[in-house]
């Protein structure tokens, strides 16, 4: 595999975001999508450096650590702004009366947890330890899973406990009564149901954008089928949801109503000069100005609904994490790369630590993109950036993958 250099005259960016542009850029999206995958940094920290010039993974820990953003599950495991703490309160009571089977099945654990928590504060995960082993969320024929890590996902997942702080991928773990803004706690335990419900449809709908009925995830609330028509239809009626016609596709989608005008404007400017996320209201100080390639993690919140993306983008993804690698047909962890407002192709890349380096197993353009040498220098800027991003000084194989004509 070749090597290269970092591209002469790249310098880091010298804007320094701040915990609160991280925060506007968090609440833009509505939420950001965790996992601990680490092939390179994790999905979570891709996704902000994506979009934030600057971004360093101590900032999203600030806001954790200072009570601004919280962890819990949205579209999946996500961050989310404190602010919006009361809005996922069904889905923590959907959890409590699901999961309160399995926590009585633990009664001593449980209490030992919570009994350390509430004299010791926040603690980490690695704090609690014991020689059963369970069956966990994803243990299959053999148990596996610490009794006491088991407990520690039932209380988090059903609102009892919370993650407070991580160093690394180590989750500190508090009490929710005793971690949480006064005024944050009183409000979930007063939300009714149905407005929680409703605000958290809308979060929904303002977190994807394109919106169809046949997502099982619609509003983040387990509806059925039926009851996700009947309720687009019904934003539609008040006028705050509009039909969208999308060219040779059947999937009947839709957007906010107040998007319209700026597809309007989008389709009158974009002519290839349109920056994507320029829509989205941020700090002038974490604008990116140009047309920039950018690598996206496999759970950007681009990619959440798949069949959209291929609706949309022509682009048909799998995340192959978890095919087996015999099957595979990008790579472990192949990332979309965008260019501009078009999904050009895949990056496999995997960080070595121990050698300091980002390397490149695969890069491949889709057929109809044509590897120019002003394409491929902008590649190489993009992956020199993503290299020091992740605090390394060379990139392995970055031009040896991939069909080119240059």
Same mark, same amino acid.
């Given at each position: 595999?070749?090597?290269?250099?970092?591209?002469?005259?790249?310098?880091?960016?010298?804007?320094?975001?701040?915990?609160?542009?991280?925060?506007?850029?968090?609440?833009?999206?509505?939420?950001?999508?965790?996992?601990?995958?680490?092939?390179?940094?994790?999905?979570?920290?891709?996704?902000?450096?994506?979009?934030?010039?600057?971004?360093?993974?101590?900032?999203?820990?600030?806001?954790?650590?200072?009570?601004?953003?919280?962890?819990?599950?949205?579209?999946?495991?996500?961050?989310?702004?404190?602010?919006?703490?009361?809005?996922?309160?069904?889905?923590?009571?959907?959890?409590?009366?699901?999961?309160? #089977?399995? /926590?009585?099945?633990?009664?001593?654990?449980? $209490?030992? *947890?919570?009994?350390?928590?509430?004299? !010791?504060?926040?603690? @980490?995960?690695?704090?609690?330890?014991?020689?059963?082993?369970?069956?966990?969320?994803?243990?299959?024929?053999?148990?596996?899973?610490?009794?006491?890590?088991?407990?520690?996902?039932?209380?988090?997942?059903?609102?009892?406990?919370?993650?407070?702080?991580?160093?690394?991928?180590?989750?500190?773990?508090?009490?929710?009564?005793?971690?949480?803004?006064?005024?944050?706690?009183?409000?979930?335990?007063?939300?009714?149901?149905?407005?929680?419900?409703?605000?958290?449809?809308?979060?929904?709908?303002?977190?994807?954008?394109?919106?169809?009925?046949?997502?099982?995830?619609?509003?983040?609330?387990?509806?059925?089928?039926?009851?996700? #028509?009947? /309720?687009?239809?019904?934003?539609?009626?008040? $006028?705050? *949801?509009?039909?969208?016609?999308?060219? !040779?596709?059947?999937? @009947?989608?839709?957007?906010?109503?107040?998007?319209?005008?700026?597809?309007?404007?989008?389709?009158?400017?974009?002519?290839?000069?349109?920056?994507?996320?320029?829509?989205?209201?941020?700090?002038?100080?974490?604008?990116?100005?140009?047309?920039?390639?950018?690598?996206?993690?496999?759970?950007?919140?681009?990619?959440?609904?798949?069949?959209?993306?291929?609706?949309?983008?022509?682009?048909?993804?799998?995340?192959?994490?978890?095919?087996?690698?015999?099957?595979?047909?990008?790579?472990?962890?192949?990332?979309?790369?965008?260019?501009?407002?078009?999904?050009?192709?895949?990056?496999?890349?995997?960080?070595?630590?121990?050698?300091?380096?980002?390397?490149?197993?695969?890069?491949?353009?889709?057929?109809?993109?044509?590897?120019?040498?002003?394409?491929?220098?902008?590649?190489?800027?993009?992956?020199?950036?993503?290299?020091?991003?992740?605090?390394?000084?060379?990139?392995?194989?970055?031009?040896?993958?991939?069909?080119?004509?240059?």
């Amino acid at each position: 595999m070749q090597r290269s250099q970092l591209v002469p005259g790249f310098e880091a960016t010298s804007q320094r975001p701040s915990p609160d542009d991280v925060l506007a850029v968090i609440s833009a999206l509505e939420c950001v999508q965790i996992d601990p995958v680490a092939a390179v940094e994790r999905n979570q920290h891709l996704v902000l450096a994506a979009r934030i010039p600057g971004y360093r993974p101590k900032l999203l820990n600030q806001l954790l650590e200072t009570r601004k953003v919280f962890e819990y599950i949205a579209n999946a495991a996500c961050v989310l702004p404190m602010a919006d703490y009361a809005l996922v309160e069904p889905i923590r009571r959907r959890h409590q009366t699901g999961l309160q #089977s399995e /926590i009585d099945k633990y009664q001593d654990v449980v $209490g030992l *947890v919570l009994h350390r928590l509430e004299s !010791e504060g926040a603690l @980490p995960a690695n704090a609690f330890t014991s020689a059963d082993k369970v069956h966990g969320y994803w243990d299959n024929q053999v148990a596996k899973t610490k009794a006491t890590s088991h407990v520690l996902n039932l209380l988090n997942d059903t609102g009892i406990i919370r993650v407070v702080k991580r160093d690394g991928n180590t989750r500190f773990f508090d009490i929710s009564r005793n971690s949480l803004p006064e005024d944050v706690w009183q409000q979930s335990r007063v939300i009714e149901t149905a407005d929680a419900q409703r605000l958290l449809l809308e979060k929904y709908m303002r977190a994807y954008r394109v919106l169809d009925a046949s997502d099982a995830r619609f509003g983040w609330s387990h509806w059925k089928a039926q009851e996700r #028509s009947r /309720i687009l239809e019904s934003y539609v009626s008040q $006028g705050k *949801v509009v039909p969208l016609a999308v060219a !040779e596709c059947r999937t @009947p989608y839709y957007v906010l109503a107040e998007d319209v005008d700026a597809l309007q404007r989008m389709e009158m400017d974009l002519r290839g000069d349109l920056e994507p996320f320029s829509d989205i209201r941020v700090p002038r100080s974490v604008a990116v100005a140009g047309r920039a390639i950018r690598f996206l993690p496999p759970l950007d919140n681009l990619l959440w609904r798949r069949s959209r993306v291929v609706d949309l983008f022509s682009f048909d993804y799998k995340w192959e994490v978890y095919t087996p690698a015999v099957k595979r047909q990008y790579g472990y962890y192949t990332m979309p790369i965008l260019a501009g407002d078009e999904l050009i192709g895949r990056i496999d890349p995997r960080l070595d630590r121990k050698q300091g380096a980002l390397v490149v197993e695969g890069l491949y353009l889709e057929p109809n993109i044509k590897r120019t040498q002003k394409l491929s220098k902008s590649l190489e800027v993009a992956l020199d950036r993503f290299a020091r991003f992740h605090g390394v000084n060379e990139v392995v194989g970055a031009h040896s993958a991939g069909s080119a004509d240059t």
